[in-house]
């Protein structure tokens, strides 16, 4: 469905993963990679800037809780230095508030662990056309 038109509509768009649990980081670096992307990584919030200012990744899947900037620090961060950087919050806590929080600060979407690996690809992707 997607997944083949996903990596010809965007080969090897950089996605920055942060997420303190190493776990999380390389199934989520195993998906992406096998969907073309290419994939960086941070383990906390200062990380995660410096490898934005770094890299430049198109998104960025965000851990809420992290270590020494919490995702929402670091997703206000981001979108002040740049509003086009797509950024996708991931966590393990189903709180709305915070979802909420998310979505007004400028995330694209917020997705609860464990993932539902369709519905990540697709929001990925539409992401990504959307900035096309």
Not at 2 to 16: E, T
Not at 24 to 50: C, N, R
Not at 83 to 107: F, K, Y
Request: with cysteine; proline share 4%.
């Amino acid at each position: 469905m997607l997944g083949s038109d996903k990596a010809r509509c965007n080969p090897m768009q950089k996605v920055l993963v942060v997420d303190d649990d190493p776990v999380i980081v390389s199934m989520l670096k195993k998906f992406l990679e096998s969907k073309d992307y290419q994939v960086l990584t941070a383990a906390d919030g200062v990380d995660a800037l410096q490898e934005v200012n770094r890299e430049n990744p198109k998104v960025v899947l965000l851990d809420i809780d992290i270590p020494s900037k919490d995702g929402l620090e670091v997703l206000q961060e981001i979108k002040r230095r740049d509003r086009n950087t797509g950024i996708i919050m991931i966590t393990a806590m189903a709180d709305d508030a915070i979802g909420q929080s998310a979505l007004a600060a400028g995330a694209f979407d917020y997705i609860t662990k464990p993932f539902d690996w369709d519905y990540l690809e697709r929001v990925l992707w539409w992401k990504l056309r959307l900035m096309d």
